[in-house]
């Protein structure tokens, strides 16, 4: 093969892969929204999580509100969707190598309890990447147990699932 056709060849290969390789970029989780209780309430309390918030930044999908309802011990959650950092275009600024900012917050009505985190997802060519801040009421986790965790990180490629663990009572 000549090496004018080889050239041809491979740049239309790479073109043909760019588009794949941004969307790859693109680092993206199953959220779920959870409160830990270390003791039974005395009554249920209903939790409200609020996904996104007047700081996001740089994010495709930022997932939805969610309610749900403890009642035991322990830890409960609710599903807030898929959310995704944005690593390109965001309504003409740039997201190429800029640090995302998703905010999850929650509030307990009819209690003093609230309280937020800011999530800033990443990829590094092998893994997706989240770290939260500020993060002393808040954790996140692979799964529905504490953890003790500000960051994880998932195979590429894979949807999570993550779990942000939100301890009422903890200051923010």
Known sequence: MKLKA???VLSSAAI???PMLAQAADAGADVNACVYLPTKPLQP???NFI?????DHCMNHIG???SVVASTQGITCGSVGFVQEK???NHGKTCFGSKSNWVLSYTIPNTQ???ATNAHFNYDFSHYHVDLS???SAQVCANETLCGSTSQKWDSGTKGPLYIIFSPGTAN
């Open 6 to 8: 080889v050239r041809y």
């Open 16 to 18: 043909c892969l760019l």
């Open 45 to 47: 309390l209903t939790v």
């Open 51 to 55: 996904a996104g918030g007047a700081t």
């Open 64 to 66: 939805n509100n969610v």
């Open 87 to 89: 690593n390109g275009d």
């Open 113 to 115: 309890y609230s309280g």
């Open 134 to 136: 500020p993060a002393k």
